[in-house]
C-alpha cells in the first residue's frame, strides 16, 4: 500500500507540472511577466531542442536523476519527454517517465505519466486526452494489467479512482484537473553563478495561492540547468554546479 501511495504522488506530481506548462501557454495574460514573455521562454525549449540532464537532490546528497527533452516533428507537433529514478530513505529506487504532445503554440494534446518499481515489478499509468477529455488509469503488475478505468478529466472522478483503488487519501493529490485557476508565473533574464562561473539565464517562478511551487532556470539555448521546488528537492545539472 506504501509503494502504491508513493507512486501515485509521483504521478500526481508530473501532473502539476504538467499543469504549470498548459496554464503558463493558455493564460499568459494573467502572469506577471518581469521582463521577458513567459510564452517565448518556453518556446525557447522546443526551438532549439536541448536535452536537459538533471540531478535530484535533497541536501547535498543525490538522491535521483531526471532527464528532459523537448522534440519537435513534422510541422504541428511538439514533444516533452521525461524520465528518471529518485531514490528515498528506508524505500527501494523506483522509476518515473512521461511525454506531453502539444500543437505548436504548446496546446496540450495529450499526456502520459507513469511510475514503477523494478522489484516490485508494480507499475502505475496515466495517460489523458484532452480532445477527448477523457483519462485512463491502469495498473501493472509485470506485463497484466490488475485494474484499468476511463475517466472524465475531472478531479472529482480521479480522486475517487484513487482512493477506491490504492486508498490513496484524496488530500494527498495536489492538482485539480477540472477548475483550475491560473499560477501567477514570471519571466526574467538574470545571471546565476555556477562552477563553471556567471551564465546568462532565464529565470522563470511560478507561485500558487501566493506560495513558490516551482523556480527554475534556463540558459538562452533552452537547456534548464537548475530548478528549486517546494518539495524540498533541487534540481541541478552536473555540468553547471
Known sequence: MLYRALMLAIVCFWLAMMAQ?????????????????????????????????????DGSRVV???????????????????????????MQPFNFDGDLKMDTASHLRTFRVAASVRKQNYRVMLTGDMAQKN???????????????????EAAALERALAQDVGLDSRMIPLEIGGMSPPDISARETQITLRSGELQVYEVTVNEAGAPMFDFFMTQLGQVVLAKTSFGYTLSAEDWE
Open 64 to 90: 535521483g536523476s531526471i532527464e528532459i527533452r523537448p522534440s519537435t516533428s513534422g510541422t504541428d507537433t511538439r514533444a516533452l519527454y521525461l524520465s528518471g529514478s529518485l531514490e528515498l530513505p528506508g
Open 21 to 57: 506548462l498548459v496554464r503558463l501557454e493558455t493564460h499568459p495574460d494573467t502572469t506577471d511577466i518581469l521582463d521577458v514573455p513567459v510564452p517565448y521562454v518556453v518556446g525557447v525549449m522546443f526551438r532549439y531542442n536541448q536535452v536537459s540532464l538533471l540531478n535530484i537532490r
Open 135 to 153: 483519462l485512463r488509469y491502469e495498473t501493472f503488475f509485470g506485463d497484466q494489467v490488475t485494474s484499468s478505468q476511463s475517466l472524465p478529466m
